[in-house]
């Protein structure tokens, strides 16, 4: 008999039990014969996240190039859409229609202002006219018998004069923002309807006092260097016009030309008139019959020929406003509007002028000449 080597002895760890019912009985506890065999759990785990990220950033990719490219398709959709177009073009012009309402009641509330105050001048000078004739309540007009008619003469020229810088003002505004031709019109006749103004006070202390009229103490000292019987020459206003209005077509000019030389004609007449009035009241006040029982008479012949002087005045009061309607009648609107200007601008300066002078520096009386510079 051999004999055996010497093996040491292990301890074992209890085995489970194995399952009394088999293999089967085990394969339907976990799902049945007919289950799907089990999987390591590792491998099973990594097929499900597998499958989930891929489900995942198929849905993600899928939701994101949804989103950017619905609000587009839709948007477009949208304004390709008849209905849409119809109505975007009923806004628009909606809108068009408001805003020339709103422009239009701009300018008839600057019409309706300025021919307010074209009415409130009227009666005015009507309430002066009054006054100076002698037919109106002075009390209720609230004008005192304090100051002369003269006086009252000399304080409506300055309002008017303030008044017509005024309404300047804005007619050069208005040219210089290219207003409508309808806004300018308003404007022209304005100043049309305040030089006719002028000559109705000018006719009023004409009848009261035509002498305080052609002596021109109510203007400028410049612009008394310029008066003629009682106002501006019609023929110099042509020229200032004929130097700041352009262009001028051919036709315009040859009726601007025929007009200032009819102008010139007819001051020259009324002119001679004048001057021949002038001489012949000359004569009578220094007749020497005046120093016989005759005196009377020699008086009353004076006051005739002072009376045809006002008659005179009022001719070249008339050749003034005939002057400046001819003038608007060839002009355009906005060639009218710049005359107006011009002529506003000519007289104003004429103004500055003046008040320059009288402010000027006082020098000794010793002869002695102007600082050096």
């Known amino acids: 008999m051999v004999a055996q080597p010497w093996r040491p002895c292990l301890l074992m760890a209890p085995q489970p039990s194995p399952n009394p019912k088999g293999p089967e009985h085990q394969l339907q506890g ?19 996240s597998a499958t989930l990220i891929k489900k995942e950033g198929t849905s993600s990719g899928k939701g994101a190039t949804s989103s950017s490219t619905d609000p587009e398709r839709d948007g477009v959709r949208r304004t390709q859409d008849p209905k849409t177009l119809r109505r975007l073009a009923q806004n628009r012009e909606a809108a068009r229609k408001s805003r020339l309402r709103k422009k239009a009641y701009i300018q008839q509330l600057e ?42 003469f000399d304080m409506e020229y300055a309002r008017w004069v303030d008044e017509h810088s005024k309404l ?31 000559l109705g006070l000018k006719a009023a202390i004409a009848r009261t006092d035509i002498f305080h009229l052609l002596c021109g103490v109510w203007a400028s000292p410049a612009e008394r260097c310029f008066l003629w019987l009682g106002g501006f020459r019609p023929s110099e206003v042509i020229k200032v016009m004929l130097k700041h209005v352009e262009p001028l077509s051919e036709g315009q000019l040859l009726g601007i030309y025929n007009l200032q030389q009819w102008v010139q004609e007819t001051e020259e007449s009324l002119s001679r008139g004048m001057e021949a009035l002038q001489h012949s009241l000359s004569d009578t006040v220094a007749s020497p019959e005046l120093a016989g029982g ?55 300066r004429l103004r500055a002028v003046s008040t320059l002078w009288a402010a000027r520096p006082r020098h000794d009386e010793q002869g002695q000449g102007p600082p050096p510079s």
């Open 294 to 348: 005759n005196f009377m008479g020699h008086m009353n012949l004076a006051l005739n020929k002072i009376s045809s002087m006002e008659g005179i005045v009022r001719q070249a009061d008339g050749l003034r406003q005939q002057t400046l309607h001819k003038l608007h009648q060839m002009l355009t609107i906005r060639q009218a509007a710049l005359c107006f200007v011009s002529i506003a601008d000519y007289f104003h």
């Open 168 to 198: 300047i003002f804005q007619l050069r505004g208005a040219l210089n923002d290219h207003a409508p031709d309808n806004q300018l019109q308003v404007m022209v006749e304005g100043a049309m309807g305040q030089h006719h103004e002028l």
């Open 111 to 152: 019409t309706s202002r300025i021919r307010l105050s074209q009415i409130e001048q009227q009666v005015q000078a009507a309430r002066v006219q009054g006054v100076l004739l002698g037919t109106g309540d002075q009390q209720h007009q609230g004008l005192t018998s304090g100051p002369s008619m003269a006086g009252v």
């Open 30 to 48: 976990a799902g049945g014969p007919n289950a799907a065999p089990l999987l390591p759990n590792s491998a099973k785990d990594n097929k499900n």
